[in-house]
Each structure stands twice: as structure tokens, then as C-alpha cells.
Nanobody, 123 residues
Framework: VQLVESGGGLVQAGGSLRLSCAAS????????MGWFRQAPGEEREFVAG????????YYKDSVKGRFTISRDNAKNTVYLQMNSLKPEDTAVYYC?????????????????WGQGTQVTVSS
């Protein structure tokens, strides 16, 4: 499975960005898809996830109400709509696939990773 992220960039605080994650290869509707982020000097952290089979979603508390994860089966793509961005959202954002199909916030449970896309929020 190959994952390719896009949509990162520089935005002012309060602005919005939409990240995309295009999946190719041996994808499966049983996967659980997650977005993680990693700021300089920090550990990689779970941001949001979606169960491919039924679109049930999960979020880190600090992004609830601001970020929305969704998927397009026909395009094999997962999105992360980020609104009301804050400087503390600045990080490299990664898309990842967990073959178990179950929700997990642990990055060790994710087998496939994209290359990451930089999101920078200026104050």
C-alpha cells in the first residue's frame, strides 16, 4: 500500500487547510486510516482516524470541533479538513494505514505511512 499526502502549506492562525491522502496498491476496505502529526522535538501523535468500512471517526481532544476526517471510496482517498488553525497545530502531518481495521492511536499499530506534508500556522 502506498500513501501520498498533499495539501499542506503556510496559513495564518484562524485559517483552514485540507489535507488529502491518496492510497494505491493493495488497499482494503477493512483498514483503519489515521492522520498523525509530529512537531520538531516532539513525538508523533494521533490526530484523527476513520474506519474505512463504516466511516466511524475518532479525534484527538484538542482538534475536536476544528478538524474533520472523511473518505472517498471511489477515489481511495482520505481527507483531513482543518479549520480554525492555531500555531500549535504546526507540524508534519502523516497519513497512515492500520490493517487491523480497529481504532488505535498508537503509531506502532500502523503499517503503512505516507511521506508527510508540512503544515505551518503563523500567529
Amino acid at each position: 500500500v502506498q500513501l501520498v499526502e498533499s495539501g499542506g502549506g503556510l496559513v495564518q492562525a484562524g485559517g483552514s487547510l485540507r489535507l488529502s491522502c491518496a492510497a494505491s496498491g493493495r488497499t482494503s476496505s477493512s483498514y483503519f486510516m489515521g492522520w498523525f502529526r509530529q512537531a520538531p522535538g516532539e513525538e508523533r501523535e494521533f490526530v484523527a482516524g476513520i474506519r474505512w468500512s463504516d466511516s466511524r471517526t475518532y479525534y484527538k481532544d484538542s482538534v475536536k470541533g476544528r478538524f474533520t476526517i472523511s473518505r472517498d471510496n471511489a477515489k481511495n482517498t482520505v481527507y483531513l479538513q482543518m479549520n480554525s488553525l492555531k500555531p500549535e497545530d504546526t507540524a508534519v502531518y502523516y497519513c497512515a494505514a492500520n490493517p487491523s481495521g480497529y481504532y488505535s492511536s498508537r503509531y506502532a499499530d500502523y503499517v503503512h505511512w505516507g511521506q508527510g506534508t508540512q503544515v505551518t500556522v503563523s500567529s
